[in-house]
């Protein structure tokens, strides 16, 4: 299996580091070209204007869409930004995920935080019911999500921070910052599935 | 990190400071003196920006006393960008700092470019909870600051010159003894540490991890996408362009150049391309050319 981690900017790095730990080939991504062999792709954290707008310049949109019909991607944080439908403001967005996203919805960076998570599909992964540290910085939030698209964690308010429509995934915080893999192996184990 | 998903809070707070610097990787941070400019800066793809009242070539032609810039400035800044914001401090002066934390700014810049406040001292900056970028010339004045509570580096270079090479200096002097310091015996450390100044723990989590324990970026000097792919592949993480982008003849064009150059550093061909017909760049002024008393980069300790 080949998982690779568009590069074009952000915390890639820390993703990659997660996948090889976890013994998968990874490849960063920064022209369309290279999606061509891959299993899957992660979206990583970093500005989601800056992602967006460098997406649209070096032509990454429709193949993009492509490779999320055949393929699972998933976004962290910027990239969960980037594979929503509707964020209610205009920027480049990739529209495959059918969630309403607001950005920056906690306020700026003296209230990022981190919160301990329950994500029952971790469990039903074999992965136990320990909570998963949530690390949310400058984080957006699921405002709704809709048709295919299921909620799988909240806040303990209700809030709903992340997401999931067959081997698409989305997550408000960035579990690339932790030293705990569980969600890297739940994508892992999305993508094996035919 | 425990079992069970919990971090004690003083560490969870400093991995949110770490970890906005880590979202900013890859990225371009621009300096901006007006709200327009900060949007011009947005729309070209900076992934944050520094709210200034006058960008470093202009407080060198000045001259006189540089201060934190007007609260009111930075507001309007804020509200006109939806990316971080960063804002300067003078070094020392945790006043004007409590005062950026207090507006809100999403990361302080400890900032050399401004007159320093106090001459033997930098701002405690475990102190906060906004973070901390500071700028560094070598390894143990980069461990100092991190040492303070820094939770992002950057290179000083030789601010609103337009001349890369202080960075390069700079870059390649942190990267460099980083790169000696993993090739040391674990008993020579404490001696290293004494003579470079630096925390002994820190010294040793950098030998361990082969890289400084925060992001680090370049600054100073970068003037042209070619600068910032440059800095990129001598190996820091991101790049900071003050005086570079609004003094030159297109700031749009030229902004989206630089972005550009950082993401496909590695690739000729697309710096080529983006290099084209970018206008005048700035007029600049070479670091040799300035009295020692008109090198910023001095200021730190």
């Not at chain 2, 409590?98 to 900032?111: F, M, N, R």
């Not at chain 2, 000097?221 to 570079?244: E, R």
């Not at chain 2, 150049?257 to 710096?271: D, R």
Request: net charge negative.
């Amino acid at each position: 299996m080949k998982v690779g981690v568009l590069a074009l900017q952000g915390a890639f790095v820390e993703h990659m580091a997660m996948l090889a730990r976890l013994g998968v080939a990874t490849a960063e991504i920064r022209l369309p070209e290279q999606l061509a062999d891959l299993d899957g792709l992660i979206i990583p954290g970093g500005e989601s204007t800056t992602i967006g707008k460098l997406a649209e310049k070096y032509g990454f949109m429709e193949p993009l869409r492509q490779f999320a019909q055949e393929k699972g991607i998933w976004g962290t944080c910027a990239g969960m930004i980037f594979l929503a439908k509707d964020i209610g403001r205009e920027q480049p967005l990739l529209g495959v995920m059918d969630i309403v996203v607001e950005r920056n919805a906690f306020g700026r960076q003296v209230d990022s935080f981190v919160m301990p998570l329950e994500v029952p599909v971790l469990g039903e992964n074999g992965d136990g019911k320990r909570p998963f540290p949530g690390v949310f910085i400058r984080a957006p939030r699921l405002v709704a999500a809709k048709g295919e698209a299921q909620i799988i964690t909240r806040l303990p308010d209700g809030t709903a921070v992340a997401a999931q429509q067959g081997k698409l995934l989305a997550t408000a915080f960035h579990p690339e910052l932790t030293d705990d893999d569980r969600f890297h192996r739940y994508f892992l184990r999305l993508l094996q599935h035919k | 990190m425990s079992e069970n998903g919990q971090m004690n809070a003083q560490v969870a707070n400093f991995k949110v400071k770490v970890g906005l610097a880590q979202m900013l990787k890859g990225g371009v941070i621009m300096d901006v003196v007006t709200p327009e400019q900060a949007q011009i800066a947005e729309e070209a793809g900076a992934v944050a920006v520094m709210a200034l009242e006058r960008v470093p070539a202009d407080i060198r032609a000045h001259g006189g006393v540089a201060r934190m810039s007007d609260p009111g400035l930075i507001k309007e800044i804020m509200a006109a960008v939806t990316i971080p914001v960063m804002a300067k401090c003078r070094i020392g002066h945790f006043v004007e700092a409590q005062i950026l934390e207090a507006i809100g700014v999403d990361y302080i810049d400890e900032s050399e470019v401004l007159t320093p406040a106090d001459e033997a001292h930098h701002i405690n900056k475990h102190a906060f909870k906004v973070p901390f970028v500071c700028g560094c010339r070598n390894l143990g004045e980069a461990l100092r600051r991190i040492g303070e509570g820094a939770a992002m580096i950057r290179t000083k270079g030789e601010a609103g010159t337009g001349d890369v090479v202080e960075a390069v200096r700079h870059a390649r002097a942190v990267l460099g003894e980083i790169r000696r310091l993993q090739s040391m015996p674990d008993e020579e450390l404490m001696t290293y540490a004494k003579q470079i100044g630096a925390p002994y723990e820190l010294v040793k989590q950098t030998k361990e991890l082969g890289r400084l324990p925060v992001v680090n970026f370049a600054a100073g000097g970068i003037a042209t996408p070619a600068d910032a792919a440059l800095m990129m592949q001598l190996g820091v993480d991101g790049v900071f362009v003050g005086s570079g982008i609004f003094k030159s003849g297109d700031p749009a064009k030229r902004a989206r150049a630089i972005v550009e150059a950082v993401t496909h550093y590695n690739n000729p061909e697309i710096l080529a391309k983006v290099s084209e017909n970018l206008g005048e760049p700035m007029v600049g002024r070479t670091v040799m050319s300035l009295p020692e008393s008109e090198r910023l980069a001095e200021r730190g300790w």
